[in-house]
């Protein structure tokens, strides 16, 4: 787990520190190696997105054997400038070098780096940092952020991880660097939620699966003897809320991550949909079909009475809760095609926001509360963003068949699922609000319906 240890760190990094509070992680998957080459921006024009970034090797004092997969503090230092490069990377604004064609610092550099040999090799930051043994089987983790050209020192903070943990290391680095170049909120110390799905087309197994937000660190929640669907994390990251259908019995499921065990909230003989957390995690949205009428309601977390908030003709689904828990965003046919919607907490002020032509589905409140992503339907399904009063659409993707966004927790990627045409698989993608920076997220199966979860604790 992610510990502070602040006499030891602050001696090390002479900086203020960050203590951090994890739970253990299953063994990583490899870090993908980083593109050579120094340049900037891919996406605006922003004069903080032209930065080229160079990020070595961490250093050791000493290269020992290690409890993780990475191998010793030699080449778990290799590891994480590695991680840290291909977030920095993947995220759409910045392109920067990583280890394997940067020179390795030596360990007393790390605090002290030779600031003209970067400035050669057209760095305009530095980011350079440290592993060496810590209490235990436990490593410390120190990462700096410079720029080169003023000679100064910008951030720095430092960890001790578990072995299991190092790849947090590497995410609390890359959040730390991002946002202070960036000014934006970090969120690459987050987890992913999303269906597996494998199988015929006709004949689906979807389980429950977890991922850190770069792919790695990929396990199974659930075994696939129950249709798994629509899953979203907890506000404090201890449970995901899911829907379950076996033998086609619809159940509202809480799983606990901590104990690796859930209980039933909510079983019934209609049909249950999309159930979703308010952000303070005391109430639980979801829609129920009763004699061919939806609608929208709410209960409490722990178990109760269920409040009906919607009662039109028609079907309500899909709410989702403003990050101050006062309105809540769904979607709704009573107009005669799916559209959004948006109302008060309670059920009331029901209005429809979307005029813009098609149809407009599965819409989700950015945690930032400035606009709503939902799937447009035009023929094709295409990944949109508006404000919350319904203004301002604008496309952030064009295929085939994009649907299901979920908002990375600073509000600035989007994750959603694409189904390929024919064939019917599906696999996850990111998409940034420039709409320019789209990538595919591997996964081991086919996935669809992802959940971003929030900043971990």
Not at 23 to 30: A, H, I, K, L, Y
Not at 42 to 62: H, K, M, R, Y
Not at 158 to 186: F, I, T
Not at 244 to 255: E, L, V
Request: one cysteine or more; aromatic letters at 10%; hydrophobic letters at 35%.
């Amino acid at each position: 787990m992610i510990r502070s240890s602040l006499t030891v760190l602050a001696l090390l990094l002479g900086s203020p520190l960050v203590a951090q509070q994890s739970t253990p992680m299953p063994q990583p998957t490899q870090a993908v190696p980083a593109e050579e080459g120094l340049s900037g921006s891919v996406s605006d024009e922003s004069d903080w997105q032209d930065l080229g970034i160079a990020i070595p090797a961490f250093a050791t004092n000493a290269d020992v054997p290690t409890a993780t997969s990475a191998g010793s503090t030699g080449a778990l230092g290799y590891s994480l400038a590695q991680v840290i490069t291909a977030n920095l990377k993947n995220n759409g604004l910045f392109k920067p070098v990583g280890p394997d064609s940067l020179p390795r610092p030596a360990f007393e550099e790390v605090r002290t780096p030779s600031f003209d040999t970067w400035s050669g090799r057209s760095a305009e930051m530095l980011v350079q940092g440290f592993v060496r043994p810590g209490d235990g089987d436990q490593l410390l983790v120190g990462c700096y952020l410079y720029d080169v050209a003023l000679k100064q020192q910008l951030a720095s903070a430092a960890w001790q991880v578990a072995p299991g943990d190092w790849r947090r290391a590497a995410h609390k680095c890359s959040d730390m660097v991002y946002a202070r170049l960036s000014g934006e909120n970090p969120f690459f110390d987050s987890r992913i939620a999303y269906i597996a799905e494998t199988g015929p087309k006709d004949r689906r197994m979807k389980r429950l699966a977890i991922m850190d937000s770069d792919g790695a660190n990929h396990r199974y929640l659930t075994t696939g003897q129950a249709t798994a669907l629509t899953p979203r994390y907890s506000p404090d990251y201890k449970s995901i809320l899911y829907l379950s259908y076996f033998n086609g019995q619809p159940r509202i499921y809480i799983y606990d991550l901590e104990r690796n065990t859930q209980r039933l909230l909510l079983q019934s003989p209609n049909p249950l949909f999309a159930p979703r957390s308010s952000p303070d995690g005391k109430w639980v949205l979801y829609s129920m079909a009763i004699a061919g009428n939806t609608d929208i309601y709410k209960m409490p977390a722990a178990g109760g009475a269920s409040v009906r908030l919607t009662d039109t003709p028609g079907i309500d689904i899909g709410g989702s809760f403003s990050p101050d828990g006062s309105r809540i965003v769904f979607e709704s046919d009573r107009s005669g095609s799916q559209q959004v919607y948006v109302m008060n907490a309670d059920g009331s002020g029901q209005k429809r926001i979307s005029f813009f032509g098609g149809r407009a589905a599965t819409p989700e409140w950015s945690p930032r509360g400035d606009q709503i992503a939902f799937t447009h339907i035009t023929g094709n399904f295409r990944i949109g963003v508006m404000d919350p009063a319904g203004q301002e659409m604008r496309y952030l993707t064009d295929s085939w068949q994009d649907e299901a966004p979920t908002w990375a927790p600073n509000g600035r990627i989007i994750q959603f699922f694409r189904t390929a045409r024919g064939s019917g698989k599906a696999s996850l993608w990111q998409v940034d609000l420039t709409g320019r920076n789209e990538r595919r997220l591997a996964t081991p199966v086919d996935g669809s319906d992802p959940a971003w979860g929030p900043l971990r604790p």
